[in-house]
């Protein structure tokens, strides 16, 4: 059996879940379920990111302790991921005892890559990021996922000498020990790789007060990014365990899944940081695109912003995961909006999948078919390539010409033809064949909706004469 550890980005607790975490979870979810369903043993990371100014104000402006503040918000996380149906395994904070333990020990073995100076430039508090004079420039001084000029910014840090290792990181991605997809994005990571600046990883505690405290200097806070990329080790019980089989089982993770807008944090600083531990590199690293609405970003100031809890409310976690898989594109940034999303659950969760599953149950009760088998397994190279490299949305979009040409076959053998004309024998074969297909198309779903291809599978398998499901896998919405 192997072994397969998936990591997601973990969130600011400075807010409440939005749209563009869906993606994260329910992409790593759809892989995990897969390797479980090829046999793999299977650890799946969450969690949420809880240090830094933001989360600091936010529980000054909510009237709550910071430490009371992050609870409230980790816990809205873990509702989130919960009522989307991911099975994870692991779910880290960062404000966890451990994690503090073990982020101070990673600082003290990066030592000798780590020296202090003085930096003068820009600061962008929303991305709690350094921000390079070409990005200013380009900018126009502005952060544009936050709309708010730059802060100038003179303090003493500690940097992370990034330098050190710019040549096994261009040769890793080169040679594709550590993958980056999709390809344009490896391209992207390579070029900023040429004039990738050392990284500061602390801030004065004047600055930052609410973080993991610099070993061996009180005036320094460690700055989130060391902090938060540590969590992927640390919840492994690195360095604790850093030669025992809860840690060497599972590193290198088999793929991170991550936004495109914190690629450079994840495709030069982590691989920098495990460089300098020693450590093996990620196998893969996927990074999935912006979700937009009418084909712009969404921003509170803009009023476009989509609650996906409104959208699970509505709809459901199915019809949500649906979307999210085939109408999301697995890497290119994609829209979302009210019409598109009702259209795809009208016309093809309801019609296609819903009304296929109630049209063939139906067929089967009359004519008492029954305790359809199946074997189990997923015998299908083009799914198994598609999953593989990680094609989300193109292997639902496979999945679902099969599910349109079983309503196909349907209306084109009428078996309703052949029992007013008394041919039973051959009704109950075709029947039996074309429920053994459904039940086939319903273990390739099972990684997308694993509720839905459950209840497919209960209706067509039962011992007893299979009966109309109850109600509508998908009732049409109105």
Same mark, same amino acid.
């Given at each position: 059996m192997s072994k397969t550890y998936l990591c997601t980005a973990i969130p600011y607790v400075n807010g409440n879940p939005h749209i563009g975490h869906v993606m994260d979870y329910v992409l790593a979810d759809v892989y995990a379920r897969y390797c479980r369903e090829c046999g793999n043993e299977?650890?799946?990371?969450?969690?949420?990111?809880?240090? @830094?100014?933001?989360?600091?104000?936010?529980?000054?402006?909510?009237?709550?302790?910071?430490?009371?503040?992050?609870?409230?918000?980790?816990?809205?996380?873990?509702?989130?991921?919960?009522?989307?149906?991911?099975?994870?395994?692991?779910?880290?904070?960062?404000?966890?005892?451990?994690?503090?333990r073990r982020c101070q020990e990673i600082w003290r073995r990066l030592k000798d890559h780590i020296y202090p100076a003085e930096y003068h430039g820009w600061y962008c508090e929303g991305c709690e990021s350094f921000v390079t004079q070409t990005e200013y420039d380009e900018n126009h001084g502005i952060c544009p996922d936050h709309q708010k000029p730059y802060q100038e910014l003179s303090e003493r840090n500690y940097y992370l000498r990034i330098a050190d290792f710019k040549a096994d990181i261009r040769s890793a991605i080169e040679n594709g020990t550590m993958q980056i997809l999709p390809e344009f994005r490896k391209q992207e990571v390579l070029k900023m790789l040429d004039n990738a600046p050392d990284i500061s990883i602390s801030r004065p505690r004047k600055e930052l007060s609410w973080g993991v405290p610099v070993p061996d200097d009180d005036t320094q806070v460690m700055y989130v990014w060391l902090d938060a990329?540590?969590?992927?080790?640390?919840?492994? @019980?690195?360095?604790?365990?850093?030669?025992?089989?809860?840690?060497?089982?599972?590193?290198?993770?088999?793929?991170?899944?991550? @936004?495109?807008?914190?690629?450079?944090?994840?495709?030069?600083?982590?691989?920098?940081?495990?460089?300098?531990?020693?450590?093996?590199?990620?196998?893969?690293?996927?990074?999935?695109?912006?979700?937009?609405?009418?084909?712009?970003?969404?921003?509170?100031?803009?009023?476009?912003?989509?609650?996906?809890?409104?959208?699970?409310?509505?709809?459901?976690?199915?019809?949500?995961?649906?979307?999210?898989?085939?109408?999301?594109?697995?890497?290119a940034d994609s829209d979302f909006t009210w019409e598109k999303y009702e259209n795809a659950y009208n016309n093809e969760l309801a019609n296609d999948l819903g009304n296929l599953v109630q049209r063939l149950a139906t067929l089967c009760c009359k004519n008492q078919v029954n305790g359809v088998r199946i074997d189990n397994g997923i015998n299908d190279d083009s799914y198994h390539h598609l999953m593989q490299s990680f094609e989300f949305t193109k292997a639902i979009d496979y999945v679902w010409t099969k599910v349109q040409q079983l309503n196909k076959s349907i209306d084109e053998q009428k078996p309703w033809e052949l029992t007013k004309q008394g041919r039973i024998t051959e009704v109950v074969e075709v029947l039996q064949k074309l429920s053994q297909e459904l039940l086939q198309v319903a273990q390739l779903l099972q990684s997308f909706l694993p509720n839905t291809a459950e209840r497919i599978v209960a209706t067509f398998t039962a011992e007893e004469i299979i009966t109309p499901p109850a109600a509508p896998l998908f009732p049409k919405a109105k």
């Open positions: 299977v650890r799946f990371q969450v969690g949420t990111d809880e240090h @830094g100014n933001k989360v600091y104000q936010k529980a000054l402006d909510s009237g709550l302790t910071v430490e009371e503040y992050a609870t409230q918000n980790s816990n809205k996380f873990r509702d989130f991921i919960a009522k989307l149906n991911v099975s994870y395994t692991d779910f880290v904070r960062t404000t966890d005892a451990d994690h503090v990329l540590s969590n992927y080790i640390t919840i492994l @019980g690195y360095p604790d365990a850093e030669n025992q089989p809860e840690f060497t089982d599972w590193w290198p993770a088999s793929a991170q899944f991550i @936004g495109k807008d914190i690629l450079r944090f994840h495709a030069i600083t982590w691989p920098a940081i495990l460089l300098g531990l020693g450590l093996l590199l990620p196998k893969t690293i996927v990074s999935h695109g912006y979700v937009l609405a009418n084909g712009q970003k969404m921003s509170k100031s803009l009023g476009n912003v989509i609650d996906p809890i409104e959208v699970l409310n509505k709809y459901g976690v199915e019809a949500l995961r649906y979307y999210f898989v085939r109408h999301v594109d697995t890497f």
